[in-house]
C-alpha cells in the first residue's frame, strides 16, 4: 500500500507560480514512478506530467511543456510539481498518482492522492 497526500495548491494570478508537493508513505518510493494528473470541472482526469522511479526520465503533456517541472527527492520520498507561467486554463484538482510501472495511462496508476486544488484567476 502507498498513501499519498498533496498539498501547496491555492489561489494564484495568471502568470504567477505554485509549487505542489506530494508526500508518500509505505510502499517503497523510490521503486515507483509518480504521476501529477489534474481534473477540471467537467471534463476528464488527465495525465500533466510523469518521473521515473531514478528520476531520470519525465513526461510531460504539450500543454504545460517549458512551464512545468516535474522532480522527486527519494530521500525525502516526495514528488513535486513546480508550475511556472501558470494560465487559467490550468485551473483544476491537481492529483499525485504511484505506479509500478513507468506509464502515461491513467489506469496504470494504482495509487492516488485526495487533490489539491489550484486556481489560476485572470
Known amino acids: 500500500q502507498v498513501q499519498l497526500v498533496e498539498s501547496g495548491g491555492g489561489l494564484v494570478q495568471a502568470g504567477g507560480s505554485l509549487r505542489l508537493s506530494c508526500a508518500a508513505s509505505?510502499?517503497?518510493?523510490?521503486?515507483?514512478?509518480m504521476g501529477w494528473f489534474r481534473q477540471a470541472p467537467g471534463k476528464e482526469r488527465e495525465l500533466v506530467a510523469v518521473?521515473?522511479?531514478?528520476?531520470?526520465?519525465?513526461y510531460y503533456t504539450d500543454s504545460v511543456k517549458g512551464r512545468f517541472t516535474i522532480s522527486r527527492d527519494n530521500a525525502k520520498t516526495t514528488v513535486y510539481l513546480l508550475m511556472n507561467s501558470l494560465k487559467p486554463e490550468d485551473t483544476a484538482v491537481y492529483y499525485c498518482?504511484?505506479?509500478?510501472?513507468?506509464?502515461?495511462?491513467?489506469?496504470?496508476?494504482?495509487?492516488w492522492g485526495q487533490g489539491t486544488q489550484v486556481t489560476v484567476s485572470s
Open positions: 518521473i521515473s522511479w531514478s528520476g531520470g526520465n519525465t
Open positions: 498518482a504511484a505506479s509500478g510501472t513507468y506509464s502515461i495511462v491513467r489506469y496504470d496508476y494504482d495509487y
Open positions: 509505505g510502499r517503497a518510493f523510490r521503486r515507483l514512478t
